[in-house]
């Protein structure tokens, strides 16, 4: 009981942390020349590294920057984000299949081994996340 609601929690991590409110844009839509996203922000974020964020102001700014393997509609439901589908037999090793034309802002395509690489980040103790402790369960 306890590894499966350890795994849980990690799961929701994954869905809260990354998150990001991205548009699903109709092909042949013509955006306009100049994107830009104003948002008010009570507080000055004390930080934009995921691994670090804590607070509101920080969350608020990662949920627009980066996607993660899912999302959450509107109800709540996990939907895809990154991930276009996800597997797992036994809720402790999961599988999942990455979008083909994921791409980072720079345009450099988004690989499995950049969300291994943010995963081991987190819980590396060089990082000192907050967060580390909560996802320790889910690496051992």
Known sequence: MKHSVSVTCCALLISS???THAADVP?????????????HIKDE?????????????EIQVIRDLFEGL?????????????????????NRIWTFTL?????WSDGTPVTAQD???????????????????FCRPCWH
Do not use: C, H, M
């Open 115 to 133: 969300f291994v690489y943010s995963w081991q980040r987190l819980v590396d103790p060089k990082t000192l996340s907050p967060f580390a402790w």
């Open 99 to 103: 979008r083909n034309n994921a791409k």
């Open 70 to 90: 899912v999302n959450q509609n509107e109800k709540g439901e996990i939907i895809p984000g990154v991930a276009t589908r996800w597997k797992t037999n036994d």
């Open 27 to 39: 092909g042949g839509t013509v955006l306009a020349e100049k994107q830009e996203l104003v948002r």
């Open 45 to 57: 974020p004390a930080s934009l590294d995921p691994a670090k964020a804590v607070g509101l102001p």
């Open 17 to 19: 942390v990354s998150l």
